[in-house]
């Protein structure tokens, strides 16, 4: 079983990625299935095959600890956690050969807290692949893009598995996905674009940090795809099946 995690700043297209893996898996005869993991998301564009909501309601959790919205979404995403046993024999028994999961719409609640990390690390799977999601319209400047290059790594280092950027919404944000791609594999060309908008020290911190980046990897695996017209579907996973199949060191 390959194992995909889904996960990004809101509104990069987690849940239009998840519903566009899977069809692509089923489409052509491979078995596969959703996991939603986001006890507070409202309505999803695709039915989940396992859904966290069936076991942990958000109204429930404000009502029974007397929290509001933002308090019960924290806590609900760490009792996630409590319930990945039941997940994963709920998982088990698709015997699927691609489960797509589904992470919280607010990345910080899965990627920076305990509980996210103590999922990725126990859920059994034959292989582990994370898929961080950039938003090119949010992306749109230099500082943003740096600043989500920062935040995908981060993400990649707290989960510990192999990772993947994907540049979402490569049909309705065209101009923007070239520019931002040619940022993410020359840096000189990210430099250009950054030294007219930023100089002085703020230029060279920026530079800087754009370098070191690059040196974890961040622009060699930047995929631009579209959930809805499936441009790039098949480079983005093709990667995912390389790491797969041992391409990159992977430990359970």
Known sequence: MDLTFIAGTAGSGKSLLTNALKSWYVNR?????????????????????????????????????????????????DLVATKLQELQDEIDSHQAENVIVDTPGQTELFAFRESGEYIVREMKA??????????????????????????????????????????TKRDIAKDGVKRITEWSRDTRVFEDALSATKNGEQYAL????????????????????????????IALVGEMTRIARGGEEFTD
Do not use: W
């Open 29 to 77: 005869g491979e078995d596969a299935i959703a996991v939603n993991l986001d006890p507070g998301v409202v309505e999803l564009p695709y039915d989940p095959d396992v859904d966290i909501r069936e076991r942990i309601q958000l109204g429930s959790v404000m009502e029974d600890y007397g929290l509001g919205p933002n308090g019960a979404l924290i806590l609900a995403a």
């Open 126 to 167: 034959d292989s582990k692949v994370l898929l961080f999601l950039v938003d090119p319209l949010l992306a749109s400047t230099p500082a943003n893009f740096l600043s989500l290059a920062l935040l995908s790594a981060s993400v990649g280092l707290r989960l510990n598995v192999p990772k993947i950027t994907v540049l």
């Open 206 to 233: 920026y530079s800087e940090l754009f370098r070191s980046i690059r040196k974890l990897s961040f622009g060699a695996d930047l995929y631009p795809v579209s959930s809805t017209t499936q441009e790039g579907m």
